[in-house]
């Protein structure tokens, strides 16, 4: 199963009372979709280049009203973090404490969820280049009202973080969640789907 096959998994997944996070939003693939079937789409995206295409492609889809971007990157404790200078819209941005000429706040999921004009979510996605078991401690609590999670695990990325892949399995475990394996393991990279089952 490839990226397609798990964007239709989750389409297919989504009710319309429910409310996303789609967490490392690039420009928006996930969040454009959750806007046109749930009840409200919350993309959380660091890189400026890619807050600006996300705002753009929600803006062209008529979905501003149905949407919420935050500019933040995750983690497990708040600070600051380097976006890479030469970043482009659309790519896949690995952050870094050093380089780059823009620094972009590092947020606890946690901490977002008790922001005003926040919801929280029911459905989560995340593709965050190594930094998901970060992003996930910072989560712990909000996970514990989500009934489903698709998240990107990227091995070799997370090694650079101090972080596993099975710290990740083992976040998800730990909040409540049933975990399989969407895809195969290539390149290091593929998608866990978690299904917190009491809560479906």
């Given amino acids: 199963m490839h990226e397609r096959q798990v964007l239709e998994d989750f389409i297919r997944s989504l009710r319309s009372d429910d409310i996303?996070?789609?967490?490392?939003?690039?420009?928006?693939?996930?969040?454009t979709f959750a806007a046109e079937i749930?009840?409200?789409s919350v993309a959380i995206e660091p890189a400026p280049s890619n807050v600006s295409a996300l705002s753009y492609n929600l803006s062209q889809n008529d979905?501003?009203?149905?949407s919420t971007i935050i500019a933040t990157a995750l983690g497990s404790s708040e600070g600051t973090v380097a976006v890479p200078a030469?970043?482009?819209?659309?790519?896949?941005?690995k952050l870094s404490s050093s380089g780059g000429s823009t620094q972009v706040p590092i947020k606890c999921?946690?901490?977002i969820t008790g922001l005003a004009?926040?919801?929280d979510?029911?459905?989560l996605t995340m593709d965050i280049e190594g930094a998901e078991a970060d992003a996930l401690d910072g989560l712990r609590e909000t996970l514990t009202n989500v009934r489903l999670a698709y998240v990107e695990v990227h091995e070799d990325l997370l090694a650079d973080y101090g972080r596993s892949a099975d710290d990740v399995m083992n976040i998800l475990e730990e909040t409540g969640f049933n975990v399989s394996c969407l895809n195969e393991r290539r390149s290091g990279n593929y998608h866990l789907k978690a299904v917190a089952n009491s809560r479906e």
């Fill in 121 to 123: 979510p029911t459905v």
């Fill in 86 to 93: 030469d970043a482009k819209p659309g790519e896949n941005h």
């Fill in 63 to 66: 979905l501003e009203d149905e």
């Fill in 38 to 40: 749930a009840s409200e």
């Fill in 109 to 111: 999921g946690d901490d």
């Fill in 117 to 119: 004009d926040t919801s």
């Fill in 20 to 31: 996303v996070w789609d967490c490392g939003s690039n420009v928006g693939l996930y969040a």
